[in-house]
């Protein structure tokens, strides 16, 4: 059966992604299979994607609120897309609202070659330099080859002396922040580097989603960008 997506376009509807943005915001197995059975029933040609997403919320309310809630609000993300409300203007947005001052889009001189840092946030006693890595499906994750380019951009990095500021400092450390997962191997990777890591939901404590919700502004910063 085809469905349309919010560009117009019609796609057969695929049952694993409706299963697997479910997981991914926390619902059960149990609560999984009941939203997808609730949506099968519901289902007819053309639905548009938001009637199924519409229906899948308002059911996985029923059955637990916070989950829903975790639903919404990852879906929302993810339709802030590459341009309006890049992901890394949110990014800033989350470190400003720590005390830091952030900028975006900077190009930074490392011992060897210049780069082109999607996030540069600072207080008086740090320098953070981040990659945003931004996906708008939910299955994509970071990978094992993404923190190895990474990881060798902030070890280029570490040499040098940047004014932020107004000041000339050297950084303290590289973060790598996206809005979906990592891989099981670039978590294995990232452990034994001691390499900061923030994901939807990683780590346990100060993940993104955390970061999100402990702000009021930004919640609602992002339910009206993502209309």
């Not at 697997?20 to 009941?34: H, P, V, Y």
């Not at 339709?79 to 409300?85: E, I, M, N």
Request: net charge negative.
């Amino acid at each position: 059966m085809d469905v349309v997506k919010a560009n117009g376009v019609r796609e057969a509807f695929d049952v694993s992604k409706l299963r697997a943005s479910l997981i991914n915001s926390g619902a059960s197995d149990t609560d999984t299979e009941k939203v997808v059975s609730h949506i099968e029933a519901e289902l007819h040609e053309s639905m548009s994607t938001g009637e199924i997403y519409k229906h899948a919320f308002e059911y996985l309310k029923e059955l637990n609120v916070h989950t829903a809630h975790s639903y919404s609000l990852r879906r929302a993300v993810m339709k802030l897309g590459p341009t309006g409300f890049p992901f890394e203007k949110l990014v800033a947005e989350i470190y400003k609202e720590r005390g830091y001052e952030a900028v975006v889009d900077q190009v930074v001189m490392g011992k060897c070659v210049p780069h082109e840092v999607d996030v540069v946030a600072w207080n008086d006693d740090e320098l953070i330099m981040m990659e945003a890595k931004y996906h708008n499906e939910q299955g994509t994750k970071s990978d094992l080859k993404v923190i190895l380019g990474v990881k060798a951009r902030w070890d280029d990095l570490k040499h040098g002396e940047f004014d932020y500021g107004n000041k000339t400092r050297k950084l303290t450390r590289g973060v790598l922040i996206t809005n979906t997962k990592f891989s099981s191997t670039a978590i294995q990777y990232g452990k034994c580097e001691d390499l900061d890591m923030i994901g939807w939901n990683y780590p346990e404590k100060g993940n993104l989603q955390e970061m999100i919700e402990a702000s009021p502004v930004l919640l609602q910063l992002i339910f009206n960008k993502a209309q």
